[in-house]
């Protein structure tokens, strides 16, 4: 490995056990310096390659003179053989951007990240190195190195694991089966691409009154939110606006018809305001008083377990009944709940929910980049993946804009078949597992299920799905039934 050109560079020491809590870390700093914690690792053989995936969390904040840089490798203890993998770089706010100038072409595959201060930086390392016979028996280390003014030092290494996952064992033969999971790109839009941004104001009135009082407690914060979530949609010069929609609630002490009432006249107010001070200039509006907001009262109720008489008042909340039965049967079967609502989460109910809809125009793939760092909001899901294969080659990059879309589309197929496809590369079955619950059936979960199968041990269960995806049109499960024979072809020896 190459001297590493990097000034004050001190270790970052890797806890030992890896089902520590962070408490349990931190509570060892004094033994310690710039602490982490490897929370997993994953080693698998996929497609001729050994992928290695590991999740660090770094703790302790990094001096503003050093970096941390850690070496993961593979290593066959019996004969010595080994091969490194990128490095990782851990860098105070100064070192990464000394990182990004001077040592990036000279370490062009390692992952560099700063560490900001006071928060804990979660790392995941995605890489992979070619298959060799040797690496059958390898473990998974990472060194602990530290370099200052040229001069190299060893600071001992952490064992992380072993190849994952392990050869099918058939008699006394092991053999080795590569896995083919899949995957699916989404289609290109076909029509404009519409998006929101959404908000909630609580805004401040006398009681029984509806004007908007701009300096009243709370209600300066409260406009500018307002104002702050439609600049931010008005200064993208990327999108077009639609319109703007405010829906104003009541909470529900009173008379239904009375709050009904006193919500429009509120609701309607802040639409006059908002265009008398020039915050919605140019834009359509909709205003729509909603009455009383008994839905959020629902969520509440099912969200804080600690409020008294809970399940009775749910029960009456959700009663297919007149509002004001609902307040009066509360006020008599549940007052001690009933006085917590009144006091603690009726307040929250008078609110107003505003809605900017907008749509976005197609971007390119230069063009995603940014916009994926911004606002990835307003890529397409099409989008985001052409981002991503411009790094194909790349694991680490593009795992982190896949795992970044799972994010912001969390239920969505393609990404959570993609996130499955992903774990399945990593030997992860439960993870994969878990992902494919959120996709729809097609013969690409099919295939991936038959992977997690095999993950798992069940070698029949793996083949016969695989089998039932070849039937179902997908490409890779030949080459996946040509790898199953192996097992076969020992069995029948």
């Given at each position: 490995m190459k001297l590493f050109r990097i000034l004050f560079l001190i270790l970052l020491p890797v806890t030992a056990s890896a089902s520590s809590t962070l408490a349990d870390v931190r509570t060892n700093q004094a033994k310690y310096d710039y602490l982490m914690k490897i929370n997993s690792s994953a080693i698998a053989v996929v497609d001729s390659n050994v992928v290695v995936s590991l999740q660090i969390t770094a703790i302790q904040d990094v001096p503003a003179t050093q970096s941390v840089v850690l070496?993961?490798?593979?290593?066959d203890t019996t004969s010595l053989r080994k091969a490194e993998l990128p490095l990782i770089f851990v860098n105070s706010r100064n070192q990464q951007i000394y990182f990004e100038r001077d040592l990036k072409n000279e370490y062009p595959d390692a992952l560099a990240l700063r560490k900001k201060k006071?928060?804990?930086?979660?790392?995941?390392?995605l890489r992979s190195v070619k298959y060799e016979p040797w690496m059958e028996k390898a473990?998974?280390?990472v060194r602990k190195l530290s370099c200052a003014c040229n001069r190299q030092k060893s600071r001992g290494e952490e064992l992380v694991g072993a190849l994952r996952p392990q050869p099918v064992e058939v008699g006394k033969v092991a053999v080795k089966v590569n896995l083919f999971p899949v995957y699916l790109v989404p289609p290109a839009d076909k029509n404009v691409k519409v998006r929101e941004e959404k908000g909630s104001a609580y805004l401040n009135f006398v009681v029984n009154k509806w004007?908007?009082?701009?300096?009243?407690?709370?209600n300066p914060a409260e406009l500018q939110k307002i104002h702050n979530s439609v600049n931010i949609v008005k200064n993208d010069s990327n999108?077009?606006?639609?319109k703007m929609v405010i829906e104003g609630y009541a909470s529900p002490e009173g008379s239904n018809a009375h709050n009904l009432s006193l919500s429009e006249k509120r609701t309607e107010a802040l639409n006059q305001y908002l265009q008398r001070a020039g915050m919605v200039k140019g834009i359509r509006m909709e205003a729509h008083g909603k009455g009383e907001n008994w839905d959020g009262f629902i969520k509440h109720l099912k969200r804080d377990k600690s409020i008294p008489q809970r399940e009775k008042l749910l029960s009456i909340a959700n009663a297919k009944i007149d509002p004001d039965a609902k307040e009066n049967r509360m006020r008599r079967e549940a007052g001690q709940g009933y006085s917590y609502v009144l006091k603690n989460i009726f307040p929250s109910l008078r609110c107003t929910n505003y809605t900017v809809v907008y749509t976005v125009r197609p971007f390119t793939v230069e063009e995603s980049e940014v916009v994926f760092e911004t606002r990835p909001i307003n890529l397409s899901l099409n989008e985001i993946y052409k981002l991503a294969d411009k790094y194909a080659h790349d694991e680490q990059k593009y795992y982190s804009i896949i795992r970044k879309a799972s994010l912001l589309y969390p239920n969505d197929t393609y990404i959570n078949l993609t996130m499955a496809y992903l774990a399945i590369k990593k030997g992860e079955a439960d993870e994969a597992a878990e992902y494919l619950r959120k996709v729809k059936n097609c013969p690409e979960k099919t295939m991936n299920e038959g992977l997690v199968a095999y993950l798992k041990g069940d070698v029949e269960k793996a083949v016969k799905l695989v089998e039932q995806a070849q039937k179902q049109g997908v490409k890779q499960a030949s080459m996946q039934l040509e790898e199953f024979k192996k097992i076969e072809k020992i069995k029948n020896k």
């Open positions: 070496s993961p490798e593979l290593v006071g928060k804990d930086l979660k790392i995941e390392y473990v998974l280390k004007n908007i009082l701009p300096d009243y407690m709370n999108v077009s606006i639609r």
